[in-house]
């Protein structure tokens, strides 16, 4: 049963630009911590692994933001999480729809504290491939990555999707290969082409993800910084997004204008994946980023003829 739909946006710009989407998780994760609770979210380590961590504090939570777009190592999150519940402690945890289902299964009847944020959620895929882009990344630019956003709302808004990766000397690259890659479905986990929960039976208190439609909508809400849609999916839910609120411009919206794919269903298995995965194996990862990643694709000479002629209109104009 679903309680409400929002479009929601918090209300500190500064937090809606640090955040993937319009900044649910920040307004969600600050009541809890305002009441002395703990939040559990995935953050990348100093080794850009995606992992999952606890917060007992704001500084700890932020580093939360931010989408991994690759599977989350959740380590021993379940038993810190028991242990927080069983002193009494009042949880939120966020992460995907089938993380969450384990927890609840993990927790059973104990969870009277537990609240749970599960995003809609396109796939993982397997932190072997991020690794890999990274090390290519690093092997081009011959400098250590310092630092690693999957989708950089700053430079390209909302509706962009491209990583930005950080190196030692200051400069900074813009791509958009590893979003290629993650699209093309290939690297995704295999439970992910069979996964039960793209679907409104939602596993969180509280979905969160991405509004995509809303520009057709609610146009006069998007300025390509970012909205959230949150579904309030139990009464605990309600509870926490009553307490939210404030902080948040919140939209009720129809679920039908606000049907994406993965709330329908799970993406076709790639009828190559088989060949991708051969070939990830034996190739250099060049070779994947230019066949999956469309590395390259903007220097054909179609392409650079198109450039310049776009270049030279640009001038006459
Ligand atoms: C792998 C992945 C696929 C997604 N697919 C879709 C989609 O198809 N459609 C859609 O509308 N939205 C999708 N999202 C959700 C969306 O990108 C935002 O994460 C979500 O809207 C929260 O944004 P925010 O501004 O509220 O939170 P932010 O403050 O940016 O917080 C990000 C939240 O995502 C969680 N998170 C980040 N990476 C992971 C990870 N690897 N595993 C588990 N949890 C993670 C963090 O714990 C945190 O709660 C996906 C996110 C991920 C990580
Ligand atoms: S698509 Fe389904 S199985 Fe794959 S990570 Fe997301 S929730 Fe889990």
């Known amino acids: 049963m679903i309680y409400g739909v929002y479009a929601a946006i918090h209300n500190d710009r500064n937090i809606v630009s640090a955040s993937q989407s319009g900044g649910a ?79 609840k299964k993990f927790i059973g009847d104990k969870g009277e504290r537990l609240y749970c944020a599960d995003i809609i959620c396109h796939g993982v895929p397997s932190p072997a491939v991020w690794k890999s882009y990274l090390k290519w990344q690093q092997s081009r630019k011959r400098r250590r990555i310092t630092d690693a956003v999957f989708r950089n709302k700053e430079g390209h808004g909302w509706h962009s999707h491209f990583e930005r990766i950080s190196f030692e000397d200051g400069t900074e690259v813009s791509s958009n290969v590893y979003a290629n890659v993650f699209y ?40 390509n910084t970012g909205i959230s849609l949150m579904l309030v999916n139990s009464q605990n839910g309600q509870e926490l997004l009553d307490k939210a609120g404030d902080n948040m411009v919140l939209q009720p919206i129809d679920i039908e204008n606000v049907m994406q794919p993965c709330l329908k269903e799970p993406f076709p298995e790639p009828e190559d994946r088989d060949v991708f995965w051969q070939e990830y194996r034996t190739k250099s990862f060049g070779y994947i980023a230019r066949k999956y990643g469309r590395y390259g694709a903007d220097r054909t000479p179609k392409m650079l003829v198109k450039r310049a002629v776009g270049k030279i209109r640009r001038i006459i104009r």
């Open 184 to 223: 093309g479905h290939h690297p995704l986990r295999p439970s992910c082409f069979s996964c039960p929960f793209k679907s409104l039976e939602r596993q969180g208190d509280i979905t969160i993800a991405d509004c995509w439609g809303i520009d057709k909508i609610a146009p006069e809400l998007d300025d």
């Open 25 to 103: 998780f920040t307004a969600l994760s600050d009541v809890i911590l305002d009441m002395g609770g703990v939040v559990y979210g995935c953050v990348l380590d100093r080794t850009f692994r995606a992992v999952h961590m606890r917060a007992d504090n704001k500084a700890q939570r932020d580093l939360m933001r931010g989408s991994k777009y690759v599977q989350s190592d959740l380590g021993s999150t379940f038993s810190q999480i028991k242990a927080d519940l069983a002193a009494g402690r009042t949880v939120l945890f966020s992460g995907t729809p089938c993380q969450t289902a384990g927890l």
